[in-house]
């Protein structure tokens, strides 16, 4: 028998391309490793499940054992693979070496933080970015019992949408950001003052514009103190301060990578033969965009690919749907600075629309009432991946 399809990772990328690739051939030999449990679940939900009280076993859809029995391939749970020798086409896990056909790459990207954290406050830290993480942040709220005091750091989209989640458990949530606004990354500061104060009228404690200089503990406390010497006593402290690459396997076996991913061409082709990336990991034709749209897109068009019709992946104009219910967020965030940002609307309804300087739509945002133009401003845009 041929050497079997490896895939390394079992997020919605590496899960998504073993259902497609068993959809278009079913006696194809699939081997799934990954270095966590291997549940089936979907990760958006993550920041949705403290407002509904949601037990982390009820976010896995389904386990690895049924997984695997479901699609008919191996699957190696916590396990990691620590190389691959493209010359001699292996993984190394340990002392293992394993042959394979093709490889994927669906290693995803992995929290960063901006400061150390301290060993006296480390067991009150945490980050969230898997199912694990979400079981030992859960357990944590669960023993502290009650409202805990959280100290969210980081006002992208992963950090909003906590705040939003766990203000509506019912906990008591402050929002740490160097930022002016919250969203920088997707929204026009006039947009995200708009969700900023949605968040300060509800009572989140929002101190924008501030880092953190210190995390100390003080008894069953952490005490945060800010850069203008401000502290913040919190129960548990979340990090949220942005997501990298995961690209240590492919650098050290000397596939081309950058800051953005594994680079790799629309056929998900990374620069070494037989190895192909995407979702989080990969950086497709120069994007990465980090959103389950695009890996999605990436898992059909490499199954069609690595099932005999090679096929390009293209994205379409996919706005981000942010998950704060307190105000409504959409956004498609522009792929270059546009000529300028176009705002309409009052109050908390607001549309901004990204104009290049022959005022043709390059992207946009929408707040409150507005977002209900998503589809309508969508087919106006350009694609992120033409
Ligand atoms: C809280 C949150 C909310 C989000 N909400 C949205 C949303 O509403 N809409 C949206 O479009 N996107 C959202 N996203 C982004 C989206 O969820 C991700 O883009 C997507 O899930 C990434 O999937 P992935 O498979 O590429 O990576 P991951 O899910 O990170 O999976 C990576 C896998 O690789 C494994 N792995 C890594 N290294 C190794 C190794 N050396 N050996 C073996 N295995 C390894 C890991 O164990 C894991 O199984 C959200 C993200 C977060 C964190």
């Given at each position: 028998m041929s050497d079997p399809l490896i895939i390394v990772g079992s997020g919605m990328a590496g899960l998504g391309l073993a259902r497609q690739v068993r959809a278009r051939d079913a006696r194809r030999a699939i081997t799934l490793i990954t270095a966590d449990s291997g549940a089936d679940y979907s990760k958006p939900l993550l920041s949705t499940g403290f407002a509904k009280g949601m037990l982390p076993e009820r976010l896995a859809m389904?386990?690895?054992?049924?997984?695997?029995?479901?699609?008919?391939?191996?699957?190696?749970?916590?396990?990691?693979?620590?190389?691959?020798?493209?010359?001699?086409?292996?993984?190394?896990?340990?002392?293992?070496?394993?042959?394979?056909?093709?490889?994927?790459?669906?290693?995803?990207?992995?929290?960063?933080?901006?400061?150390?954290?301290?060993?006296?406050?480390?067991?009150?830290?945490?980050?969230?970015?898997?199912?694990?993480?979400?079981r030992l942040f859960h357990a944590a709220l669960s023993r502290h019992g009650g409202a805990a005091r959280v100290a969210i750091v980081g006002a992208g989209l992963v950090g909003c949408e906590f705040a939003d989640d766990l203000l509506a458990g019912g906990h008591r949530v402050a929002l740490v950001a160097p930022e002016a606004a919250p969203l920088a990354r997707l929204l026009p500061p006039a947009l995200g003052r708009v969700l900023g104060g949605a968040m300060h009228d509800a009572g989140i404690d929002m101190r924008l514009g501030r880092t953190?200089?210190?995390?100390?503990?003080?008894?069953?406390?952490?005490?945060?103190?800010?850069?203008?010497?401000?502290?913040?006593?919190?129960?548990?402290?979340?990090?949220?301060?942005?997501?990298?690459?995961?690209?240590?396997?492919?650098?050290?076996?000397?596939?081309?990578?950058?800051?953005?991913g594994i680079q790799t061409d629309r056929y998900l082709a990374t620069s070494a033969p037989r190895i192909h990336a995407l979702g989080d990991c990969a950086c497709v034709a120069g994007l990465n965009a980090m959103y389950v749209q695009p890996l999605q897109a990436s898992a059909k068009a490499l199954a069609a690919t690595l099932t005999g019709t090679p096929t390009p992946v293209a994205y379409g104009a996919w706005p981000v749907v942010v998950k704060t219910p307190l105000c409504p967020v959409v956004a498609l965030p522009p792929r270059q600075s546009p000529a300028r940002w176009r705002i309409e609307g009052e109050g908390?309804?607001?549309?901004?629309?990204?104009?290049?300087?022959?005022?043709?739509?390059?992207?946009?945002?929408?707040?409150?009432?507005?977002?209900?133009?998503?589809?309508?401003?969508?087919?106006?845009a350009p694609p992120l991946l033409p």
């Open positions: 389904r386990s690895p054992i049924d997984v695997a029995d479901a699609l008919q391939m191996t699957m190696r749970t916590h396990t990691r693979v620590d190389a691959i020798d493209p010359q001699t086409q292996t993984l190394a896990i340990g002392v293992e070496r394993l042959p394979y056909g093709e490889l994927v790459l669906a290693t995803g990207a992995a929290p960063s933080a901006p400061f150390t954290v301290a060993d006296e406050v480390r067991d009150r830290v945490f980050t969230i970015n898997d199912l694990d993480d979400y953190v200089a210190s995390l100390q503990r003080d008894g069953e406390t952490v005490v945060l103190t800010l850069d203008d010497g401000d502290t913040l006593p919190a129960d548990l402290v979340l990090i949220a301060t942005g997501l990298t690459p995961r690209t240590e396997l492919a650098d050290a076996a000397g596939l081309e990578t950058s800051t953005a908390s309804d607001l549309s901004a629309l990204a104009e290049d300087e022959n005022g043709y739509l390059q992207g946009f945002a929408l707040t409150g009432a507005c977002v209900r133009r998503k589809v309508e401003l969508a087919r106006a």
